[in-house]
């Protein structure tokens, strides 16, 4: 099983900025999702290896997902932080043929251990 590893989570105060740090490689898609105690874990943001990006609505225009591909390093830079942002997030890979464009968790194959994300108010 391929592992991911992340890195960079921690705690920030509401406006900040936090960047988590996925090295992924051998993926179509890569994906950063978030789950809380008690809910279904959702799709946060995914690249295709076309560039290809898709966001969840409650982080457009704050977060960004980018790559770099001589380290097979996916990233996810964090803007205006809220409470709401409070999570577990976890970096995901895809070799499923439907991954790019979508933001489906069942979609992906493996998962990194994952990182905490605190937003205080």
């Known amino acids: 099983q391929a592992q991911l590893a992340e890195s960079g989570g921690g705690s920030v105060q509401s406006g900040g900025s936090l960047r988590l740090s996925c090295v992924a490689s051998g993926y179509d898609c890569a994906g950063w999702f978030r789950q809380v105690p008690g809910k279904e874990r959702e799709g946060v943001a995914t690249?295709?290896?076309?560039?290809?990006?898709n966001y969840a609505n409650a982080v457009k225009g704050r977060f960004t997902i980018s790559q770099d591909k001589v380290t097979n390093t996916v990233y996810l830079q964090m803007n205006s932080l809220t409470p709401e942002d409070t999570a577990k997030y976890y970096c995901g890979g895809s070799v499923d043929y439907a991954c790019s464009g979508s933001l489906w968790s069942a979609l992906y194959n493996d998962w990194g251990q994952g990182t905490q994300v605190t937003v205080s108010s």
């Open positions: 690249i295709a290896t076309d560039g290809n990006t």
